[in-house]
């Protein structure tokens, strides 16, 4: 039995270090990441211009490209791709379906259309909307939520993986030609904003974005780490989950309610930007494995990883313009997607 308990201990030993070492990893892949996107752009820095800028000296232009222009993208960039993949991971974890996504779900889409409504009647740039635009993208976010599941839910079954995907995807398409509509009644200036952010640009590059997205994310994210077991037990069966005195029902709807904040908060300032919360989570299942007390912020580092590579290329590919960051994530995505419902029946 001693023999037992001491090989079980270094096990845990094993896995724990393991662990640490994969979030060391990711923190310095996201390091590494951050530097390089510092230094690349259509307007040329060279790594000594930025040490110089960043420490207080460089010129005037220097100090705006970096502060004012570049530094602002990164830095919400990572909240995005962060707050985009604990969200998956969060939806994944509670529905037990490995193909969930906010995007797939049709959420990203319900919180783009109030953005669009907003762009409608109201405009876009003012301070106003900057900090109205999460709450607004939340309440489009929650009513298609609470839409796709009812629409998949049976009495018999409850609500089956698959039949979500295809109701969220459903759901999605009828928001997806209603927004097309809208668009046709947009001004001229409206429709570039709504083109942009369809495409999934990190339109919001100001700190003033970054200060409207930041409460959401401090927030939301330790309540998700808060509730790391009971994510665990809730991605087990609902009878075992009932047996260890879990609330399902109630946990359900508050953990579905967070993934939803987290998607629409981070969508009202980046755009449609789809797939993060797909593969985020899968990647780093394959890593530190489905505890979530690990899952989770290796989930975030990784999908920080994510956006901020996409974005970094997204301003290195056709300059000086660019191409939106959504393209280059939908560019990895897709196949990832595909193969991932080529495999589904096998696993």
């Known amino acids: 039995m001693n023999d037992l308990i001491k090989m079980h201990q270094a096990h845990n030993k094993k896995v724990a270090f393991r662990n640490t070492a994969i979030v060391l990893m990711c923190a310095c892949a996201l390091t ?4 390089v996107s510092m230094n690349t752009g259509h307007a040329k820095l060279t790594a000594l211009d930025t040490l110089r800028t960043l420490f207080g000296g460089g010129t005037e232009r220097e100090h705006v490209i970096l502060f004012d222009f570049r530094l602002p993208r990164i830095t919400l960039s990572i909240l995005v791709g962060a707050g985009l993949a604990l969200s998956g991971c969060t939806i994944q974890g509670v529905t037990k379906n490995a193909l969930a996504d906010p995007g797939l779900l049709g959420i990203s889409a319900g919180a783009g259309l109030m953005v669009i409504l907003f762009t409608m009647f109201v405009g ?27 629409l998949a839910y049976k009495k018999t079954d409850g609500v089956a993986p698959m039949r979500l995907i295809l109701t969220g995807i459903a759901v999605q398409a009828g928001i997806s030609a209603l927004t097309t509509v809208l668009v046709i009644k947009l001004s001229e200036e409206q429709f570039d904003f709504v083109a942009v952010w369809q495409a999934g640009n990190i339109w919001g590059g100001n700190w003033k974005f970054v200060l409207a ?8 994210i330790p309540y998700l780490v808060y509730n790391s077991r009971k994510l665990d037990v809730l991605s087990m069966s609902e009878d075992t989950a009932y047996s260890l005195g879990v609330a399902v029902v109630k946990q359900h709807r508050k953990l579905l309610l967070v993934s939803v904040a987290l998607a629409a908060s981070c969508v009202s300032v980046s755009g449609s930007i789809g797939f993060v919360g797909l593969i985020a989570p899968h990647l780093a299942r394959r890593l530190v494995g489905s505890r979530h007390i690990i899952l989770l912020p290796v989930c975030a580092l990784v999908g920080a990883v994510l956006v901020s590579v996409a974005d970094t290329l997204s301003r290195v590919i056709l300059p000086p313009a660019g191409i939106p960051t959504g393209i280059i994530v939908a560019i990895i995505g897709a196949p990832y997607f595909l193969y991932l419902l080529a495999t589904a029946k096998e696993r």
């Open 124 to 150: 876009t740039g003012t301070l106003l909307s900057i900090f109205t635009l999460p709450f607004l993208a939340l309440v489009g976010a929650g009513l298609t939520a609470i839409m796709v599941y009812v």
């Open 32 to 35: 590494v990441s951050f530097i």
């Open 213 to 220: 997205l930041l409460p959401w994310l401090l927030i939301l």
